[in-house]
């Protein structure tokens, strides 16, 4: 059984101008957005957990097996365990002055006959628009897997970040993530040492582990990337990306470096998702930029600030680093970002052919200090 969550917006945190709303009231392909704006005015969001027969791990349309995996409260409304739950449809928001452009999922609950006349909030795809401005609705189709749409791999949007104990490169030598506080150089591949604006820390209990196990860490042994790396077992959260180095990653996506979330590289040999049976504290580790950084050895990244990951920093502390250091909303990727379909294509032919995940070499222009 798939079992997953993901992060979503309220529909009463979303203002659709000139008095419009989500619901799909056009049969559901979302065609009565096109041409308005939509505001998001706060990052308010809530996790949903969806149980789903099988291995199928898309957060679709039309999918009937995407149940509420338990009882649930999700804008003030509480939902019932096995409730149906599907993206109803989808659009693209484009931001008027930078021409940015965002993959928006509508979630539907199905508690409505038509099922398709209510949204009740929205998801996003690889990145958060900012809050507090109107984006205009350039496009809209039917939802993930349905009207001949792809499928959208799950939207698990958990913590980023790195296990306690982790060891991160910095100027003088390994030191435990834990004991990095800010203003502490790191190395980066790209721009060398770089000060550490916010080591924020979560704790996931046993109690959550149990009740949503895809949150417990990655486990990724010595060695098991090639090349000796990482030097230790590297523990990393599910949506930690993870650098890998390989030609058919130039080949297919025109860089020879790529980004992969840690999940989503478990049952490569010597990756698994490991037990924390005592539950496990989480930290991510946010710079000015994102960056490539070195933990136990293996080449991994910083918090990508426009990531969905950043709604788990408060919203005040956010705001008040953005003011201070003149930060983005949306942080450029250090590397190309992977994952699902295109990223077990990648693994496929790197499997095929004995290679490595991280062939040998040096991330980026210059290589960070490595743990012996």
Same mark, same amino acid.
């Given at each position: 059984?798939?079992?997953?969550?993901?992060?979503?917006?309220?529909?009463?945190?979303?203002?659709?101008?000139?008095?419009?709303?989500?619901?799909?009231?056009?049969?559901?392909?979302?065609?009565?957005?096109?041409?308005?704006?939509?505001?998001?005015?706060?990052?308010?969001?809530?996790?949903?957990?969806?149980?789903?027969?099988?291995?199928?791990?898309?957060?679709?349309?039309?999918?009937?097996?995407?149940?509420?995996?338990?009882?649930?409260?999700?804008?003030?409304?509480?939902?019932?365990?096995?409730?149906?739950?599907?993206?109803?449809?989808?659009?693209?928001?484009?931001?008027?002055?930078?021409?940015?452009?965002?993959?928006?999922?509508?979630?539907?609950?199905?508690?409505?006959?038509?099922?398709?006349?209510?949204?009740?909030?929205?998801?996003?795809?690889?990145?958060?628009?900012?809050?507090?401005?109107?984006?205009?609705?350039?496009?809209?189709?039917?939802?993930?897997?349905?009207?001949?749409?792809?499928?959208?791999?799950?939207?698990?949007?958990?913590?980023?970040?790195?296990?306690?104990?982790?060891?991160?490169?910095?100027? =003088?030598? !390994?030191?435990?993530?834990?004991?990095? *506080?800010?203003?502490?150089?790191?190395?980066?591949? $790209? @721009?060398? #040492? +770089? %000060?550490?604006?916010?080591?924020?820390?979560?704790?996931?209990?046993?109690?959550?582990?149990?009740?949503?196990?895809?949150?417990?860490?990655?486990?990724?042994?010595?060695?098991?990337?090639?090349?000796?790396?990482?030097?230790?077992?590297?523990?990393?959260?599910?949506?930690?990306?993870?650098?890998?180095?390989?030609?058919?990653?130039?080949?297919?996506? =025109?860089? !020879?470096?790529?980004?992969?979330?840690? *999940?989503?590289?478990?049952?490569?040999?010597?990756? $698994? @998702?490991? #037990? +924390? %049976?005592?539950?496990?504290?989480?930290?991510?580790?946010?710079?000015?930029?994102?960056?490539?950084?070195?933990?136990?050895?293996?080449?991994?990244?910083?918090?990508?600030?426009?990531?969905?990951?950043?709604?788990?920093?408060?919203?005040?502390?956010?705001?008040?680093?953005?003011?201070?250091?003149?930060?983005?909303?949306?942080?450029?990727?250090?590397?190309?970002?992977?994952?699902?379909?295109?990223?077990?294509?990648?693994?496929?032919?790197?499997?095929?052919?004995?290679?490595?995940? +991280?062939?040998?070499?040096?991330?980026?222009?210059?290589?960070?200090?490595?743990?012996?």
């Amino acid at each position: 059984m798939a079992d997953y969550s993901f992060f979503a917006l309220p529909e009463s945190s979303v203002t659709v101008s000139g008095g419009g709303q989500l619901d799909g009231v056009t049969q559901g392909d979302g065609s009565h957005l096109v041409g308005r704006t939509i505001t998001l005015e706060n990052r308010d969001f809530s996790e949903i957990a969806v149980s789903e027969p099988g291995r199928d791990d898309d957060f679709d349309d039309n999918d009937g097996n995407q149940r509420l995996d338990g009882a649930q409260t999700f804008d003030g409304t509480t939902y019932g365990d096995g409730t149906r739950i599907e993206a109803e449809y989808q659009f693209v928001l484009e931001d008027p002055d930078t021409g940015e452009r965002y993959t928006v999922l509508a979630v539907n609950l199905n508690n409505s006959s038509p099922a398709y006349a209510t949204v009740e909030g929205l998801a996003f795809v690889d990145a958060v628009p900012p809050t507090g401005k109107p984006l205009t609705v350039v496009s809209a189709a039917e939802g993930p897997g349905s009207g001949g749409q792809g499928d959208v791999p799950e939207a698990t949007i958990v913590p980023i970040c790195f296990c306690a104990g982790t060891r991160i490169a910095t100027p =003088g030598g !390994p030191k435990p993530v834990e004991k990095i *506080a800010e203003g502490d150089l790191v190395m980066t591949a $790209d @721009r060398g #040492p +770089a %000060p550490v604006l916010l080591r924020h820390a979560r704790f996931l209990s046993r109690a959550h582990l149990a009740a949503q196990p895809r949150h417990g860490p990655v486990r990724i042994t010595a060695g098991a990337l090639g090349g000796g790396w990482p030097a230790t077992d590297l523990w990393l959260s599910p949506q930690h990306r993870v650098l890998l180095r390989a030609k058919a990653a130039a080949r297919m996506f =025109g860089r !020879p470096e790529v980004l992969a979330p840690a *999940a989503q590289l478990a049952g490569w040999p010597g990756i $698994d @998702r490991a #037990p +924390a %049976p005592r539950g496990v504290h989480y930290h991510h580790l946010l710079l000015d930029h994102h960056a490539v950084l070195t933990a136990e050895g293996a080449a991994v990244e910083s918090l990508l600030l426009g990531d969905i990951a950043d709604a788990e920093i408060p919203p005040a502390t956010l705001a008040a680093l953005r003011q201070r250091h003149r930060l983005p909303e949306r942080m450029t990727p250090a590397r190309p970002l992977v994952k699902g379909k295109r990223l077990k294509r990648l693994l496929w032919r790197l499997s095929a052919n004995g290679h490595p995940l +991280a062939a040998p070499g040096s991330p980026g222009k210059s290589a960070p200090a490595l743990i012996p």
